[in-house]
Protein backbone atom coordinates (compact mmCIF):
# COMPACT_ATOMS: atom_id res chain seq x y z
CA UNK A 1 0.00 0.00 0.00
CA UNK A 2 2.97 2.31 0.81
CA UNK A 3 3.99 1.73 -2.48
CA UNK A 4 0.75 2.58 -3.92
CA UNK A 5 0.60 5.91 -2.73
CA UNK A 6 4.17 6.72 -3.34
CA UNK A 7 3.01 6.00 -6.81
CA UNK A 8 0.32 8.01 -6.99
CA UNK A 9 2.14 10.58 -5.46
CA UNK A 10 4.82 10.86 -8.79
CA UNK A 11 1.35 10.11 -10.83
CA UNK A 12 -0.22 13.21 -9.71
CA UNK A 13 3.01 15.19 -9.80
CA UNK A 14 3.12 14.19 -13.74
CA UNK A 15 -0.47 14.52 -14.58
CA UNK A 16 -0.23 17.64 -12.98
CA UNK A 17 2.45 19.02 -15.36
CA UNK A 18 0.59 17.54 -18.37
CA UNK A 19 -2.72 19.45 -16.80
CA UNK A 20 -0.68 22.83 -17.03
CA UNK A 21 0.51 22.34 -20.58
CA UNK A 22 -2.86 21.15 -21.98
CA UNK A 23 -4.60 24.03 -20.76
CA UNK A 24 -2.58 26.08 -23.11
CA UNK A 25 -3.60 24.41 -26.23
CA UNK A 26 -6.96 24.25 -24.79
CA UNK A 27 -7.48 27.73 -23.94
CA UNK A 28 -5.95 28.83 -27.28
CA UNK A 29 -8.40 26.31 -29.20
CA UNK A 30 -11.23 27.87 -27.66
CA UNK A 31 -11.01 30.92 -28.25
CA UNK A 32 -9.68 30.57 -31.88
CA UNK A 33 -10.21 27.03 -32.93
CA UNK A 34 -6.18 26.62 -33.84
CA UNK A 35 -4.22 23.96 -32.66
CA UNK A 36 -1.11 25.99 -31.24
CA UNK A 37 1.81 23.41 -31.91
CA UNK A 38 4.27 25.65 -30.88
CA UNK A 39 3.57 25.98 -27.42
CA UNK A 40 5.28 22.67 -26.49
CA UNK A 41 8.80 25.14 -27.89
CA UNK A 42 7.13 27.86 -25.62
CA UNK A 43 7.69 25.34 -22.69
CA UNK A 44 11.10 24.79 -24.09
CA UNK A 45 11.88 28.27 -23.62
CA UNK A 46 10.63 29.00 -19.91
CA UNK A 47 13.12 26.23 -18.74
CA UNK A 48 16.25 28.13 -20.86
CA UNK A 49 14.97 31.25 -19.50
CA UNK A 50 15.45 29.59 -15.72
CA UNK A 51 18.60 28.40 -16.72
CA UNK A 52 20.21 31.10 -18.30
CA UNK A 53 18.80 33.74 -15.42
CA UNK A 54 20.75 31.60 -12.70
CA UNK A 55 23.96 30.06 -14.90
CA UNK A 56 24.59 33.80 -16.66
CA UNK A 57 23.19 36.53 -14.94
CA UNK A 58 23.60 35.08 -11.33
CA UNK A 59 19.96 35.35 -9.94
CA UNK A 60 18.38 33.83 -7.04
CA UNK A 61 16.73 30.56 -8.75
CA UNK A 62 13.46 32.01 -7.01
CA UNK A 63 13.65 35.31 -8.82
CA UNK A 64 15.17 33.49 -12.40
CA UNK A 65 11.78 30.83 -12.18
CA UNK A 66 9.45 33.86 -11.65
CA UNK A 67 11.22 35.96 -14.43
CA UNK A 68 11.16 32.80 -16.46
CA UNK A 69 7.31 32.95 -16.33
CA UNK A 70 7.10 36.75 -17.25
CA UNK A 71 9.08 36.24 -20.15
CA UNK A 72 7.71 32.73 -21.28
CA UNK A 73 4.36 35.12 -21.52
CA UNK A 74 5.58 37.80 -22.82
CA UNK A 75 6.93 35.20 -25.33
CA UNK A 76 3.61 33.74 -26.12
CA UNK A 77 2.07 37.10 -26.83
CA UNK A 78 4.65 38.13 -29.31
CA UNK A 79 3.86 34.53 -31.18
CA UNK A 80 0.29 35.61 -31.09
CA UNK A 81 1.36 39.29 -32.15
CA UNK A 82 3.86 38.53 -35.35
CA UNK A 83 2.21 34.88 -36.11
CA UNK A 84 -1.49 34.21 -35.89
CA UNK A 85 -2.92 37.94 -35.43
CA UNK A 86 -2.14 38.89 -39.40
CA UNK A 87 -4.52 35.31 -39.80
CA UNK A 88 -7.32 35.92 -38.09
CA UNK A 89 -9.57 35.62 -40.83
CA UNK A 90 -7.68 33.14 -43.15
CA UNK A 91 -8.62 29.92 -43.18
CA UNK A 92 -8.18 27.23 -40.38
CA UNK A 93 -5.62 25.76 -42.42
CA UNK A 94 -3.17 28.68 -42.86
CA UNK A 95 -3.49 29.09 -39.19
CA UNK A 96 -2.20 25.75 -38.63
CA UNK A 97 0.63 25.47 -41.22
CA UNK A 98 1.54 28.80 -39.29
CA UNK A 99 1.98 27.05 -36.12
CA UNK A 100 3.93 24.21 -37.51
CA UNK A 101 6.40 26.82 -38.73
CA UNK A 102 6.44 28.79 -35.67
CA UNK A 103 7.14 25.86 -33.42
CA UNK A 104 9.95 25.21 -36.25
CA UNK A 105 11.44 27.91 -35.89
CA UNK A 106 11.48 28.12 -32.10
CA UNK A 107 13.28 24.71 -32.64
CA UNK A 108 16.04 25.65 -34.63
CA UNK A 109 16.47 29.22 -33.10
CA UNK A 110 16.97 27.64 -29.70
CA UNK A 111 19.14 25.32 -31.34
CA UNK A 112 21.46 28.08 -32.65
CA UNK A 113 21.25 30.42 -29.98
CA UNK A 114 21.68 28.15 -27.03
CA UNK A 115 23.29 25.10 -28.57
CA UNK A 116 22.35 21.68 -29.25
CA UNK A 117 23.57 20.10 -26.22
CA UNK A 118 21.70 19.48 -23.38
CA UNK A 119 22.10 21.47 -20.50
CA UNK A 120 21.91 20.37 -16.82
CA UNK A 121 19.05 22.06 -14.72
CA UNK A 122 20.18 20.36 -11.47
CA UNK A 123 20.48 21.31 -7.49
CA UNK A 124 24.34 21.04 -7.68
CA UNK A 125 24.39 23.62 -10.63
CA UNK A 126 22.52 25.95 -8.49
CA UNK A 127 19.50 25.64 -10.33
CA UNK A 128 17.06 25.02 -7.02
CA UNK A 129 17.85 24.26 -2.81
CA UNK A 130 19.27 21.09 -2.74
CA UNK A 131 16.69 19.96 -0.08
CA UNK A 132 14.48 19.39 -3.01
CA UNK A 133 15.54 16.23 -3.23
CA UNK A 134 15.23 15.75 0.69
CA UNK A 135 13.36 12.44 1.33
CA UNK A 136 10.41 12.50 3.93
CA UNK A 137 8.96 9.70 5.91
CA UNK A 138 5.31 10.13 6.15
CA UNK A 139 3.41 7.47 7.64
CA UNK A 140 5.93 4.76 6.35
CA UNK A 141 5.77 6.43 2.72
CA UNK A 142 8.26 7.74 1.24
CA UNK A 143 8.24 11.24 -0.78
CA UNK A 144 10.69 13.38 -2.41
CA UNK A 145 10.19 17.35 -1.24
CA UNK A 146 10.43 18.18 -4.84
CA UNK A 147 6.85 15.97 -5.25
CA UNK A 148 4.82 17.58 -2.64
CA UNK A 149 6.60 21.33 -4.12
CA UNK A 150 5.32 20.04 -7.69
CA UNK A 151 1.88 19.20 -6.33
CA UNK A 152 1.26 22.33 -4.46
CA UNK A 153 2.67 24.83 -7.55
CA UNK A 154 0.25 22.81 -9.44
CA UNK A 155 -2.79 23.46 -7.14
CA UNK A 156 -1.99 27.11 -7.07
CA UNK A 157 -1.73 27.37 -10.67
CA UNK A 158 -5.03 25.76 -11.22
CA UNK A 159 -7.14 27.57 -8.78
CA UNK A 160 -5.95 30.80 -10.04
CA UNK A 161 -6.43 30.12 -13.60
CA UNK A 162 -9.86 29.16 -12.65
CA UNK A 163 -10.73 31.94 -10.54
CA UNK A 164 -9.24 34.08 -13.89
CA UNK A 165 -11.54 32.25 -15.75
CA UNK A 166 -14.30 32.15 -13.78
CA UNK A 167 -14.58 35.33 -10.91
CA UNK A 168 -13.19 38.10 -13.73
CA UNK A 169 -14.19 40.43 -15.87
CA UNK A 170 -11.34 39.48 -18.19
CA UNK A 171 -12.23 35.66 -17.72
CA UNK A 172 -15.99 37.03 -18.92
CA UNK A 173 -14.37 38.11 -21.88
CA UNK A 174 -12.56 35.04 -22.80
CA UNK A 175 -15.50 32.77 -22.46
CA UNK A 176 -17.52 34.67 -24.41
CA UNK A 177 -15.22 35.56 -27.01
CA UNK A 178 -14.72 31.71 -26.77
CA UNK A 179 -18.67 31.44 -28.19
CA UNK A 180 -18.53 34.80 -31.00
CA UNK A 181 -16.17 37.00 -31.57
CA UNK A 182 -17.95 39.40 -33.56
CA UNK A 183 -20.67 40.07 -31.30
CA UNK A 184 -18.38 40.13 -28.39
CA UNK A 185 -16.36 43.39 -30.49
CA UNK A 186 -20.13 44.52 -30.56
CA UNK A 187 -20.08 44.83 -27.24
CA UNK A 188 -17.54 46.70 -26.62
CA UNK A 189 -14.87 44.54 -25.70
CA UNK A 190 -11.23 44.52 -27.05
CA UNK A 191 -10.92 40.79 -28.48
CA UNK A 192 -7.72 41.58 -29.41
CA UNK A 193 -6.66 41.97 -26.78
CA UNK A 194 -8.54 39.55 -24.61
CA UNK A 195 -6.60 37.09 -27.10
CA UNK A 196 -3.88 38.36 -26.49
CA UNK A 197 -4.33 37.99 -22.74
CA UNK A 198 -5.38 34.19 -23.10
CA UNK A 199 -1.89 33.65 -24.64
CA UNK A 200 -0.08 34.73 -21.83
CA UNK A 201 -1.77 32.80 -19.14
CA UNK A 202 -1.13 29.41 -20.88
CA UNK A 203 2.53 30.62 -22.09
CA UNK A 204 2.65 31.35 -18.13
CA UNK A 205 1.57 28.23 -17.66
CA UNK A 206 4.00 26.49 -20.01
CA UNK A 207 6.68 28.01 -17.69
CA UNK A 208 5.60 27.08 -14.31
CA UNK A 209 5.21 23.39 -16.05
CA UNK A 210 8.45 23.45 -17.59
CA UNK A 211 10.28 24.57 -14.43
CA UNK A 212 8.72 21.17 -13.12
CA UNK A 213 9.38 19.13 -15.65
CA UNK A 214 13.15 20.33 -15.63
CA UNK A 215 13.07 19.73 -11.77
CA UNK A 216 11.62 16.31 -12.45
CA UNK A 217 13.78 15.14 -15.63
CA UNK A 218 16.97 17.90 -14.80
CA UNK A 219 18.06 18.61 -18.45
CA UNK A 220 17.45 21.14 -20.85
CA UNK A 221 17.54 21.22 -24.99
CA UNK A 222 16.00 22.71 -28.21
CA UNK A 223 13.58 19.68 -28.36
CA UNK A 224 12.71 19.46 -24.79
CA UNK A 225 8.99 20.37 -25.31
CA UNK A 226 8.61 17.84 -27.85
CA UNK A 227 7.35 14.85 -26.46
CA UNK A 228 5.81 16.93 -22.93
CA UNK A 229 3.94 19.12 -25.40
CA UNK A 230 2.67 16.23 -28.02
CA UNK A 231 1.62 14.40 -24.21
CA UNK A 232 -0.55 17.07 -23.06
CA UNK A 233 -1.94 17.87 -26.48
CA UNK A 234 -3.29 14.36 -26.53
CA UNK A 235 -4.49 15.19 -22.56
CA UNK A 236 -6.51 18.35 -24.25
CA UNK A 237 -8.04 15.78 -26.84
CA UNK A 238 -8.82 12.92 -24.17
CA UNK A 239 -10.41 15.45 -22.14
CA UNK A 240 -12.29 17.45 -24.73
CA UNK A 241 -10.05 20.25 -26.26
CA UNK A 242 -11.76 23.59 -25.75
CA UNK A 243 -12.53 22.81 -21.95
CA UNK A 244 -10.43 23.80 -19.25
CA UNK A 245 -12.05 20.78 -16.67
CA UNK A 246 -11.32 18.26 -19.66
CA UNK A 247 -7.21 19.30 -19.85
CA UNK A 248 -6.92 19.57 -16.46
CA UNK A 249 -8.86 15.73 -15.87
CA UNK A 250 -6.76 14.21 -19.00
CA UNK A 251 -3.57 15.51 -17.74
CA UNK A 252 -3.90 13.59 -14.95
CA UNK A 253 -5.78 10.59 -16.62
CA UNK A 254 -2.21 10.58 -18.94
CA UNK A 255 -0.07 10.86 -15.92
CA UNK A 256 -1.61 8.38 -13.81
CA UNK A 257 -1.43 6.00 -16.44
CA UNK A 258 1.70 5.95 -17.13
CA UNK A 259 3.10 5.72 -13.55
CA UNK A 260 0.63 3.37 -12.56
CA UNK A 261 1.43 0.50 -15.56
CA UNK A 262 5.04 1.35 -15.30
CA UNK A 263 4.75 0.71 -11.77
CA UNK A 264 2.83 -1.93 -11.39
CA UNK A 265 3.37 -3.60 -14.72
CA UNK A 266 6.88 -3.19 -15.86
CA UNK A 267 7.21 -5.70 -18.24
CA UNK A 268 5.60 -3.57 -20.35
CA UNK A 269 7.51 -0.10 -19.36
CA UNK A 270 8.83 0.09 -22.59
CA UNK A 271 5.32 0.96 -24.34
CA UNK A 272 4.98 4.06 -21.77
CA UNK A 273 4.45 6.49 -24.75
CA UNK A 274 2.47 3.80 -26.94
CA UNK A 275 -0.11 4.11 -23.57
CA UNK A 276 -0.69 7.76 -24.00
CA UNK A 277 -1.78 7.16 -28.06
CA UNK A 278 -3.61 3.93 -26.91
CA UNK A 279 -6.03 6.24 -24.37
CA UNK A 280 -6.70 8.91 -27.31
CA UNK A 281 -7.49 5.98 -29.76
CA UNK A 282 -9.92 4.51 -27.27
CA UNK A 283 -11.52 7.98 -25.99
CA UNK A 284 -11.66 9.07 -29.86
CA UNK A 285 -13.67 5.78 -30.82
CA UNK A 286 -16.16 5.74 -27.89
CA UNK A 287 -16.19 9.86 -27.43
CA UNK A 288 -14.98 11.67 -30.03
CA UNK A 289 -15.45 15.13 -28.54
CA UNK A 290 -13.28 14.00 -25.65
CA UNK A 291 -14.69 13.77 -22.00
CA UNK A 292 -15.87 17.21 -21.66
CA UNK A 293 -16.26 17.69 -25.33
CA UNK A 294 -19.53 19.18 -26.35
CA UNK A 295 -20.60 18.16 -30.07
CA UNK A 296 -20.74 20.86 -32.46
CA UNK A 297 -22.76 21.39 -35.54
CA UNK A 298 -21.88 22.68 -38.21
CA UNK A 299 -24.11 24.17 -41.38
CA UNK A 300 -23.52 23.31 -44.39
Known amino acids: MTDFFQHLVNALSLGG ?47 AFILSIFLTAFLGALV ?98 SKDIPTTRLMGVNADRIITFTFMIGSALAAVGGLLWAMTYPQVYPFTGVIPGLKAFIAAVVGGIGSIQGAMVGGFVLGISEIMIVAFLPSIAGYRDAIAYAILLFVLLVRPSGIFGVEVSEKV
Open 17 to 63: IYALIAIGYTMVYGILRLINFAHGDIFTYGIYFAFYGVSLFLLPWWV
Open 80 to 177: ERIAYRPLRDAPRISALITAIGVSFFLQNFATVVFGGRAKSFNPQTGMYPTFFLNVLNIAGVKLRVLSLITLGTIAVSLLVLVWIVYRTKVGMAMRAI
